[in-house]
């Protein structure tokens, strides 16, 4: 789904703004940038800001007008930071990504940014099928061109990663980070509470609460076999002490 999606910056003004566009998209993985009549492209300042995702800057493709760009394109949504006179079939990030994965006959996607002095123009917002709004603050509505870029390649991200599940190989843990049997906690309680004795803390002829209230204790914690085998050397170093102390 991702190789299906041009984003298209429209007359981009800010040449560092292309740059990090290219960034926020390489990040998410997606890759053709298409860019109708930047001001200033190719740049240094374009490079510098795409930290990297010099690939994307490279192959992206320049074009003199917005028909151009989209014109393989069979869906076309249109990015837009506020409401225009003339409603048009208005979604959210998360739909829009929604609607492109369910509509794999509506492929190849075009997503166009606008200026970002004006935004889109009107003639080009009527180009597109739907209007997508990332839901700002009501009284400060308009991102940066890049982080707007950001905002809808995640979703787009997001969206590919329910149908594309990261496998990764279960981790090998060593002995020391598996959970601790119970005979293992057990053996902890018992030693804790020898060693309680003999330092006259716990007193097995009245021992109200103390066990049940250790045990609640290490229960929360889920301890693994390291820290078990930590604890009962710090208790047999404790008895150690005590018999050192008591020849
Ligand atoms: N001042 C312009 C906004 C330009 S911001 C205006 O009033 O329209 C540059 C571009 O970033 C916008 O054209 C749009 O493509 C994108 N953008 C910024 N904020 C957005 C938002 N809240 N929702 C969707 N796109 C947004």
């Not at 299906?4 to 993985?29: D, E, F, Y």
């Not at 409603?87 to 739909?95: A, F, K, T």
């Not at 996607?109 to 123009?121: D, K, P, Y």
Request: proline share 6%; aromatic share 6%; with cysteine.
């Amino acid at each position: 789904m991702l190789d299906q999606i041009k984003i298209v910056l429209c007359h981009t003004s800010h040449p560092g703004n292309i740059g990090a566009a290219a960034r926020a998209m390489k990040t998410m993985g997606l890759y053709q940038l298409v860019l109708v009549n930047p001001k200033d492209f190719p740049c240094e300042e374009a490079l510098v800001r795409s930290s990297g995702a010099l690939d994307i800057l490279d192959s992206a493709l320049v074009v003199e007008t917005v028909e151009e760009a989209i014109k393989d394109c069979k869906l076309v949504i249109g990015t837009s930071s506020r409401n225009r006179a003339l409603p048009w079939p208005l979604i959210e990030p998360r739909e829009m990504a929604q609607l492109i994965d369910t509509k794999p006959e509506s492929h190849p996607v075009a997503i166009l940014f606008g200026r970002e002095s004006v935004g889109l123009l009107n003639e080009e917002l009527q180009l597109c099928h739907y209007h997508v709004n990332i839901p700002a603050n009501p009284d400060y509505m308009s991102l940066n061109l890049a982080s707007a870029v950001q905002i809808i390649s995640y979703e787009l991200r997001l969206k590919h990663l329910t149908q594309n599940p990261i496998t990764e190989a279960p981790l090998e843990l060593k002995d020391s980070e598996l959970v601790a049997t119970s005979e293992q906690v057990e053996g902890l309680y018992q030693h804790l509470e020898q060693t309680m004795v003999k330092t006259e803390f716990f007193d097995p002829e009245n021992p109200k609460l103390l066990s049940a209230r250790i045990r609640r204790l290490f229960a929360k914690s889920q301890l693994n076999q390291g820290e078990v085998n930590i604890l009962r050397g710090f208790l047999s170093s404790i008895e150690k002490y005590i018999k050192r102390k008591t020849k």
